[in-house]
């Protein structure tokens, strides 16, 4: 069976600190990948997708970027923190076939 | 681009009373509707999802009605229980392509005793 993994669970950092949030897909091949944000009490923000290796999309300009290294794994960075960018991140991924979307466990990150 | 709207924000209902939750889309393109259950802390779940060819999906005590010409969908729950206590989004497919979802901002569904 499918299962997707994401760490770190929580993550406190200080502003103008580097950010590296990782997530892994096992029991499929080339999946779509996605990284959302959710901030407190708000909905679920699409920042990045990836339908392949190196190909990433984004979908709002910010101070973060993704990265996908290898085929089951999707990488969210940031050179520098702004206190704008605390919130719930959760990676997804579908079948590229469909829409289906299943979340990680999310990474609770406040940014100090 | 699509923009979904869903309302109400928030639902305070009696355990034993139904809840309902609409949503509505602009593109009249778009094919698959999902709605997903949040609980505090946790990682949205898929309850139901539906697709363009269905007007309407049950399973158990919850259902999802689409009405694709007047592009809006809702999620029906009957008989609430406490444990339906959650954050509900729906989610619509973006037609340009790649299996993107667009989601609702939510709605914070309370179940009373």
């Known amino acids: 069976s499918q299962t997707i993994h994401q760490w770190p669970a929580t993550l406190v950092q200080p502003v103008g600190s580097p950010l590296s949030l990782e997530c892994t897909v096992e029991?499929?091949?080339?999946?779509?990948l996605y990284w959302y944000r959710q901030a407190a009490g708000r909905g679920l923000q699409l920042l990045f997708y990836?339908?392949?290796?190196?190909?990433i999309s984004s979908e709002v300009p910010q101070n973060l970027s993704a990265s996908r290294p290898q085929d089951r794994q999707f990488i969210l960075s940031s050179k520098k923190l702004l206190l704008s960018d605390s919130g719930f991140y959760l990676c997804?991924?579908?079948?590229?076939?469909?829409?289906?979307?299943?979340f990680g466990s999310g990474t609770q990150l406040s940014v100090l | 681009g699509e923009n979904v709207e869903q309302h109400p924000s928030t639902l305070s209902v009696q355990e034993g009373d139904s809840a309902v939750i609409k949503c509505t889309y602009s593109?009249?393109?778009?094919?698959?509707f999902p709605w997903y259950k949040q609980e505090l802390g946790k990682r949205p779940q898929l309850i139901i999802d539906?697709?363009?060819?269905?007007g309407e999906k049950k399973d158990q005590r919850i259902a999802v009605t689409l009405n694709k010409t007047a592009k809006h969908f809702s999620l029906h729950i009957t008989e609430t229980q406490p444990e339906d206590s959650a954050v509900y989004f729906c989610?619509?497919?973006?037609?340009?392509?790649?299996?993107?979802?667009?989601f609702g901002a939510g709605t914070r569904l309370a179940v009373h005793p």
């Open positions: 997804a991924w579908s079948y590229s076939s469909n829409e289906k979307l299943f």
């Open positions: 029991g499929t091949s080339n999946p779509n």
């Open positions: 990836s339908v392949g290796i190196g190909q």
């Open positions: 593109d009249s393109a778009s094919n698959y």
């Open positions: 539906i697709r363009s060819n269905v």
């Open positions: 989610a619509v497919s973006f037609s340009g392509g790649y299996n993107k979802l667009i």
